[in-house]
């Protein structure tokens, strides 16, 4: 499993309690996968998110600002 898998399932549209929050990140990994992501990783998740949100550009920069660089970090 790699980080970009984790923000895939914690930031489905699906899913109404979304928070972009490393605290967020890592409640769900553990909660909905028994994946325990140290302080690091679950930040680097958040960050990626919140720069995908605020972006601008819908999902055309997905890529770039997410699955690239957190496909990079296994867990």
Do not use: W
């Amino acid at each position: 499993m790699n980080a970009f898998e984790i923000y895939d399932a914690a930031f489905d549209s699906a899913n109404d309690n979304i928070e972009y929050t490393a605290h967020y990140v890592k409640q769900y990994a553990e909660g909905a996968l028994d994946v325990f992501l140290s302080d690091e990783i679950a930040k680097e998740i958040a960050d990626c998110a919140i720069k995908f949100r605020d972006n601008g550009n819908g999902t055309n920069d997905l890529y770039h600002f997410v699955e690239k660089p957190l496909s990079e970090i296994e867990i």
